[in-house]
């Protein structure tokens, strides 16, 4: 079967895109990277998909009169790969409408906490402000409200006594680097429906579905 085509937009270290190119690296993943885009030159992320032998795009947001005009941009670079999902990765642009709606249920994110919970900025010193005992990550598909939409996977960290938001960030960054190839994996398994503003996974076991404990079996 044909492996879906990832187009990775990415602003920064790309520890999860590093994280995605090497699940795509095994022959027996069913995706590969078709793309890297950055509207930031020089991000780490670009070199890495540099190391990897991959095709790698920047297109710098400020050469654009518009974000209607980037995002134009950025649509027919991903079309011209012939990108089938979209992975935001740490992607420091807010997307317009236009943009979500083109890639409805073709396009995912991750971000570090359990969602619905701390959305936008900082959210691992909002767990720590909140006092909770458990966070995480969550890959979703991406909606027009910032850090919401479906969500596909789920990964749980303790939050210890002594965390810093550094420390805990490590942590769960630890979860996000096998969370992200999970969703993507049972994408391109063709595992998932969206029905209203679930995500529904089918077939495989169940526990490594919709809650992953790193670390803990199974
Ligand atoms: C990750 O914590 C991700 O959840 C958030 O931005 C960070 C990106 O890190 N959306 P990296 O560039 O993948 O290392």
């Known amino acids: 079967m044909a492996r879906l085509r990832l187009g990775v937009l990415v602003s920064g270290r790309g520890s999860n895109l590093q994280a995605l190119i090497d699940a795509c690296s095994d022959p027996d993943f069913p995706a590969e990277v078709a793309l890297v885009l950055s509207n930031v030159a020089g991000a780490p992320a670009i070199e890495r998909a540099r190391r990897a032998g ?23 670079a991903l079309a011209d790969a012939g990108v089938g999902l979209v992975c935001l990765a740490g992607f420091m642009r807010l997307l317009t409408p236009g943009f979500v709606d083109a890639w409805r249920d073709r396009m995912v994110n991750i971000h570090p906490s359990l969602l619905p919970a701390f959305k936008g900025l900082h959210p691992q010193q909002q767990a720590l ?90």
């Open 54 to 76: 991959l095709p790698t795009l920047v297109l710098p947001h400020r050469d654009y009169a518009s974000r209607a005009e980037f995002d134009g941009a950025v649509h027919a």
């Open 129 to 218: 402000d909140a006092g909770v005992r458990v966070s995480g990550c969550t890959v979703h598909f991406v909606r027009n409200e910032m850090d919401s939409g479906p969500i596909l996977v789920q990964a749980v960290v303790p939050v210890l006594p002594d965390d810093t938001a550094e420390i805990l960030a490590d942590r769960i960054l630890g979860a996000e680097h096998a969370a992200y190839p999970l969703a993507v994996r049972l994408i391109a398994e063709g595992r998932v429906r969206v029905e209203g503003e679930r995500a529904i996974v089918s077939g495989g076991d169940w526990r490594a579905v919709p809650l992953m404990v790193p670390g803990a079996g199974a």
